[in-house]
């Protein structure tokens, strides 16, 4: 199946829609998967600069027949640093994994791992190609008109978002989501992504980056 016709299966969903999300100081995780995506995507973090961030993307895998999901999100961070001269703001990446499953038989709480780019360059590299699996293989089909989509329906569910959408060759910013199964551009680029992160997860927040502290 050519992967033009099959990337016309994803769904593509444009919004204006800004999350928040309560501090927490042991940010809790939800057990199921809409739970879990939910409290991910909205979850701050404050980076070495002292700032508030939130992800600005993320990838999801769901197995239907496992009941099993993973979710990582993608945060841009800040760091102050100076030398003899001056003193500059750098950026680093933060990526964010939680592993866990829906299935009645699960216990314990999903698990979660940590990935920064200081350690790990695949993760720079996975997230500058990001764009590759989305542009330009994207269109809106007329229903009725045109080729037909093929749709085969899968076992897992692949999921990728942004809040940093641009319509191309334009200053006009959307926030974009796909969902698709079986071997479209997207379902590809995730579960190369993922591998290629597989070594840098470590179960420690990394230095510099906290939480959220608890209210009252």
Request: proline share 8%; glycine share 6%.
């Amino acid at each position: 199946m050519a992967p033009d016709r099959i990337a016309r299966v994803a769904s593509v969903l444009l919004t204006a829609a800004a999350s928040s999300a309560s501090p927490a100081a042991t940010a809790p995780v939800a057990r199921d998967y809409a739970g879990a995506q939910t409290m991910s995507r909205s979850l701050p973090l404050t980076d070495d600069a002292g700032a508030r961030q939130t992800p600005f993307a993320g990838i999801s895998i769901y197995q239907s027949e496992q009941r099993g999901w993973t979710i990582v999100t993608f945060y841009l961070m800040f760091r102050e640093t100076s030398d003899e001269e001056a003193s500059r703001r750098d950026s680093y990446w933060v990526a964010r994994r939680v592993v866990g499953s829906d299935a009645r038989k699960a216990r314990g709480v999903p698990a979660i791992d940590w990935a920064i780019s200081d350690q790990c360059p695949n993760l720079d590299a996975a997230i500058r190609s990001m764009d590759e699996a989305i542009a330009p293989r994207m269109e809106l089909a007329v229903p009725g008109e045109g080729d037909p989509s093929e749709f085969e329906p899968g076992p897992v569910r692949f999921r990728l978002w942004s809040n940093e959408g641009r319509f191309q060759g334009t200053p006009y910013a959307a926030q974009l989501s796909v969902t698709t199964t079986g071997a479209s551009p997207v379902s590809a680029w995730i579960d190369t992504t993922l591998s290629r992160l597989q070594s840098c997860w470590g179960s420690d927040l990394p230095a510099g980056v906290t939480l959220p502290s608890p209210t009252h």
